[in-house]
């Protein structure tokens, strides 16, 4: 089964700082999606970032970029220029392409200080 | 454009109740998943639905249930409330096409005493 381990339950970066989140997974497919989401207080999650896992090039956007590492089973992403409004619970998750089970990481909750 | 709604915001209930919460989906999108948060854990996939039939189903057991109608807004039912049920529940819809992009809604939260 596939499994996504999110080893930084919490992390803090000075606002207009980098910081990067780490997620790791574990699955023997080789078609399959990557994501960062993004659960504010408000608690709805917002999607980040998206990869393909077909796709050798890193996903970009704005501020917000991936470190895929295919065979290390490695998606780190990095946030650049940190604002406070990053501040929030990141939760990285795998789906697989043949079925609708998306698994989700247990969450790294960001804190960006003024 | 509409995002996904969900009611109610917040639900107490007693063990061995039944509950149903309610789910519309995002305007053009024909596929609605449910997932459960418990407090301290990212979520876990209970069910998808796709043309009014349940179309992949997680870990969960059968007194978890729901229903898709025409309009492809979407109730998640449980039945015999246990105190382990006590989570967020969340919606999300997509389109058939693009499944793997998910818009979610603000959650359920659900209190079992």
């Known amino acids: 089964a596939q499994t996504v381990t999110q080893s930084q339950p919490e992390m803090s970066v000075q606002e207009a700082e980098t910081v990067t989140l780490s997620c790791t997974y574990d699955?023997?497919?080789?078609?399959?999606?990557l994501f960062w989401y993004k659960q504010p207080p408000s608690r709805q999650m917002i999607l980040v970032i998206r990869?393909?896992?077909?796709?050798?090039q890193n996903a970009t956007e704005n501020r917000f970029s991936v470190n895929f590492q295919k065979a290390a089973k490695s998606f780190s992403l990095k946030i650049s220029d940190s604002q406070l409004g990053d501040a929030a619970m990141y939760f990285c998750?795998?789906?697989?392409?043949?079925?609708?089970?998306?698994?989700f990481g247990a969450g790294t909750r960001l804190t960006v200080k003024p | 454009e509409t995002g996904v709604t969900q009611s109610p915001t917040h639900l107490i209930k007693t063990r061995g109740q039944q509950v149903t919460l309610r789910c519309s989906s995002q305007?053009?999108?024909?596929?609605v998943s449910w997932y459960q948060q418990a407090l301290g854990q990212g979520p876990q996939f209970i069910f998808q639905?796709?043309?009014?039939?349940?179309?992949g189903r997680g870990n969960f057991p059968p007194r978890f249930s729901g229903l898709q109608f025409p309009n492809y807004s979407s109730e998640l039912n449980v039945n015999a409330l246990e105190l382990d049920d006590s989570a967020l529940y969340l919606c999300?819809?997509?389109?058939?096409?693009?499944?793997?992009?998910?818009?979610f809604g603000s959650g359920t939260q659900l209190s079992v005493l």
């Open positions: 998750a795998y789906r697989s392409a043949r079925n609708n089970d998306m698994r």
């Open positions: 305007s053009g999108h024909n596929t």
């Open positions: 999300a819809s997509s389109s058939r096409d693009r499944v793997e992009k998910l818009f």
């Open positions: 699955t023997s497919e080789s078609d399959y999606y």
């Open positions: 639905y796709y043309r009014e039939e349940e179309n």
């Open positions: 990869q393909e896992a077909y796709k050798q």
